[in-house]
């Protein structure tokens, strides 16, 4: 039973060093897309010329202008639900790697808590996403109208 307990507190320990590693990666991807105008400018360049283009050449001379388009505005919602997801996300696996590499019972307790609740709210969406979709497509429609 003892390698059997080893085994599994190292592919736990592993899981959730990856599980750090990609909330790490939200947390730096939404602060990136949120704040850093100055370097995504370039790299979308080319791609607002063409949308600028594009609706000039089909709407006449509508003088559409991109100039004043900045990424991290229109989607500022989106790169904060990223950086509080990777946030949590980095929370509990750390958790769950302190509780495993320590043999801390208690902490691997509240690790699996937290891992049975989420898993719980997810199967809630997925039923609410799949059994009731009008609900979630009205409250989303008024959102974005109004």
């Known amino acids: 039973m003892g390698l059997l307990t080893f085994a599994g507190r ?14 790490l990666a939200l947390i730096v ?8 105008h100055d370097w995504l400018r370039p790299k979308v360049t080319a791609i607002l010329a063409d949308i600028e283009a594009t609706v000039n050449n089909a709407y006449g ?3 559409f202008s991109t100039d004043n388009f900045e990424f991290g505005s229109l989607v500022s919602t989106l790169c904060y639900i990223m950086i509080a997801l990777g946030v949590v996300l980095m ?14 019972t208690t902490v691997i307790l509240v ?14 969406i997925v039923i609410l996403v799949f059994g009731a979709p009008d609900t ?4 989303m429609k008024t959102k974005m109208k109004g």
């Open 136 to 139: 979630l497509k009205g409250h």
């Open 29 to 36: 991807a939404g602060f990136v897309i949120r704040f850093a």
């Open 91 to 104: 929370a509990v696996a750390f958790v769950g790697c302190c509780g495993a590499c320590c043999s801390l």
């Open 111 to 124: 690790y699996l808590i937290i891992v049975i609740a989420l898993l719980v709210g997810q199967v809630v």
């Open 61 to 63: 001379d509508a003088s």
């Open 10 to 23: 190292i592919v736990l320990v592993v899981i959730n060093i990856v599980f750090i590693l990609l909330s």
